[in-house]
């Protein structure tokens, strides 16, 4: 697989670059995020993933298919028991390159909380790290997340009790 700039970004400027800014807080109400929250987690892997050029489909279709239960959406991966390490990175990939562009129609909040998601799940149920940020800035991310009263209780359920 070829090199991406996620893979070798400064972890300070990946820190600062996913900080929520006070402008960016302004765009969009609590209950617009957590619609679009929900419509994101529910949101079929392979389409988002393709389309935004972080995996090939045939990558998302093989990695997707698990014996335990397949991986259709975000909210599959995150959620998932035992989830493909590199379905997590390709996520990460994706969220971060969503929050870098100004076209995205991702919100940034949300690209942050799949960012920090995928992180969070690669290191608790995988007991790997997909990313050069520091526990700092990570456990930094987890608490932004778990400070967003639009964050549903599954999703904060992802982050509670974090090492980081």
């Not at 990558?59 to 014996?67: A, F, G, K, N």
Request: aromatic share 6%.
């Amino acid at each position: 697989m070829a090199t991406r700039a996620a893979d070798n970004s400064e972890p300070r400027a990946l820190a600062d670059m996913l900080a929520i800014d006070q402008e960016a807080l302004h765009l969009w109400e609590p209950q617009e995020l957590a619609g679009r929250l929900r419509h994101q987690l529910a949101a079929p892997l392979e389409v988002d993933l393709t389309d935004a050029g972080t995996a090939s489909i045939e990558d998302v279709t093989r990695l997707s298919q698990s014996p335990e239960r397949s991986i259709r959406t975000f909210g599959d991966l995150l959620h998932h028991r035992a989830p493909p390490i590199q379905l997590l990175t390709f996520v990460k990939d994706f969220a971060k390159a969503s929050r870098q562009d100004a076209a995205s129609a991702l919100p940034k909040e949300i690209a942050a909380v799949l960012y920090f998601g995928a992180i969070v799940v690669a290191q608790r149920r995988c007991g790997r790290g997909i990313s050069k940020l520091s526990d700092e800035e990570v456990r930094a991310g987890v608490e932004w997340v778990l400070a967003q009263p639009w964050v549903d209780p599954g999703v904060q359920e992802l982050f509670e009790g974090s090492d980081h």
